[in-house]
């Protein structure tokens, strides 16, 4: 059966430099009726379980370690048995929100992960993150951003751990060479298309957005 992806969206907190913002987040669920992956765990483990169902979650991937993506993640370990993955590079935001609690492995650059029929390659991009990542998958004409690339610019850089030249350069170096037509899998709200993004890229840099 042919790997596919699901949206589940949840809500809670996101907290860092002393300030706390109310969020709703894009769980992704990408797998078929057997297996799936999950793409940051955010909010509530309950509701990403349910949605998983009986199917055997193989993973639990973070797109980067700000606590509103990764607040769930231990809890859906300990009941599922998946292994947490993150880069190495975002531990110190991790700790964080689990600091008794380490990732069970660590994503790296040109990693693949397989789930179902479908390969997720992993894209270091950092910038909103220093461990931020990507997952393309071509066989599904998709990309899962998490919270570097949203439909009308990049994601915030104006926070600690955060470097806007450095999410630019990501951007422009890792993603917009995709084909124009991938589409794009947000952390937060709609998604859009890679071929809709990148005529922006100079008037994102013009307003240092």
Not at 27 to 46: F, K, L
Not at 66 to 85: F, W
Not at 97 to 107: E, G, K, N, V, Y
Not at 170 to 194: A, C, K, M, N
Request: aromatic content about 6%; glycine content about 10%.
């Amino acid at each position: 059966m042919s790997a596919r992806i699901e949206r589940l969206v949840t809500s809670g907190q996101f907290t860092l430099d002393g300030g706390t913002w109310d969020v709703d987040n894009n769980v992704w669920i990408v797998g078929d009726d057997h297996e799936v992956v999950v793409i940051d765990a955010a909010h509530d483990a309950d509701a990403i379980a349910e949605a998983i169902g009986d199917r055997r979650l193989t993973a639990i991937i973070c797109t980067h370690a700000h606590n509103d993506h990764i607040d769930a993640a231990p809890e859906l370990a300990d009941r599922t048995g998946a292994p947490i993955l993150l880069h190495a590079d975002d531990l110190p935001l991790w700790k964080q929100t689990h600091p008794d609690r380490d990732p069970d492995a660590h994503l790296a650059d040109g990693q693949v992960i397989e789930v179902a029929d479908a390969d997720l390659r992993v894209l270091h991009t950092p910038g909103h993150a220093p461990g931020a990542v990507c997952l393309h998958v071509p066989a599904l004409n998709a990309l899962f951003s998490g919270d570097t690339l949203f439909a009308g610019g990049p994601g915030a850089t104006g926070r600690s751990y955060s470097h806007f030249p450095t999410i630019v350069d990501s951007i422009r170096d890792r993603l917009l060479g995709l084909p124009g037509g991938t589409v794009v899998y947000t952390g937060h709200g709609d998604t859009t298309t890679v071929g809709a993004e990148a005529p922006h890229l100079q008037e994102w840099i013009d307003r240092g957005f």
